[in-house]
């Protein structure tokens, strides 16, 4: 299990990730992530409506109401353009994020590892 921490930056292009091709609600979403990251990662349901939230409020998602015809109608979100640029740069930044957090990592099994512990 990944702490939220390392990866609370990272939330919304996730979110964004999953809304490029089709619009969704909010469990869908959480659930899908969940598989997506092999249970590694669980979007705890606060953090993603907080999400919502926010990225509606900087215009880069849209709120909907379905038309379910049992029960409680649901909330879908879909990305806007403004969004989808949006989750362009945070590939790009995610890009050399990882190029900066490989200088710093050592992989156990490697030479390279052994070399630094001596």
């Known amino acids: 299990m990944i702490s939220s ?31 997506l990251t092999e249970e590694k990662y669980t979007m705890k349901e606060t953090t993603l409506y907080s999400a919502f939230k926010r990225m509606e409020s900087n215009g880069l998602i849209e709120s909907y109401p379905g038309n379910e015809t049992n029960g409680k109608t649901r909330t879908y979100y879909r990305i806007t353009d403004k969004g989808r640029s949006y989750y362009r740069e945070k590939c790009k930044e995610w890009e050399i994020t990882q190029e900066v957090m490989e200088k710093f990592i050592i992989k156990e099994d490697t030479d390279e590892y052994n070399q630094k512990l001596s």
Do not use: A, F, P, Q
Request: hydrophobic fraction near 35%; charge should be neutral; proline fraction near 0%.
């Open 5 to 35: 921490d390392v990866i609370r930056g990272y939330n919304d292009t996730m979110i964004l990730y999953l809304l490029l091709h089709e619009s969704s609600y909010g469990y869908e979403i959480s659930k899908k992530i969940r598989l």
